[in-house]
């Protein structure tokens, strides 16, 4: 698929290249401090996200599809080895009967925020460097991912 793009600069490629080593440095120290804790970097993915489900205490296994980019019949396997690991637990929606609803327990919980405390201290050692020279000049002179024209400045 091709674009009326401008042609890539020297600098856009440092600028990506330099976003995407400081992401894999983050990545790699999560996976690491996940391990830490007792569980894999999917575990404390899956953990994260129903920890810090916007506005409630728990989310559906759509909503946790969605969240770790992957599909719905891999949660429902990763939340059986987390139910049964005992650090989640399911149950039917309260509305839609269908739905089910994945919790912490209080291990879960406990687990969550350990790991978690190991990821803040991390991103504030690197609020620095994880920050991209360029990257949003990059981002407003291009066009998105997805095609999306971006804003560019006047």
């Not at 559906?60 to 429902?76: F, K």
């Not at 939340?79 to 919790?103: F, I, K």
Request: charged letters at 30%.
């Amino acid at each position: 698929m091709r674009r009326n793009n401008p042609e890539l600069t020297k600098s856009d490629f440092e600028s990506l290249s330099e976003f995407r080593y400081q992401l894999r440095r983050f990545l790699r120290f999560s996976e690491e401090a996940a391990h830490s804790e007792g569980l894999t970097p999917q575990q404390y993915q899956l953990l994260l996200h129903v920890k810090g489900f916007p506005g409630r205490e728990h989310a559906t296994i759509g909503e946790l599809a969605e969240r770790l980019q992957t599909q719905q019949h891999g949660v429902v396997a990763l939340v059986s080895r987390c139910e049964e690991a005992g650090w989640v637990s399911r149950s039917p929606g309260e509305t839609d009967r269908r739905q089910v609803l994945v919790r912490l327990t209080a291990e879960g919980d406990q687990r969550v925020r350990r790991a978690a405390e190991l990821h803040k201290s991390e991103l504030k050692s690197m609020s620095a460097v994880f920050m991209v020279a360029n990257i949003s000049a990059f981002n407003d002179a291009k066009e998105g991912l997805h095609g999306a024209p971006q804003k560019t400045k006047n």
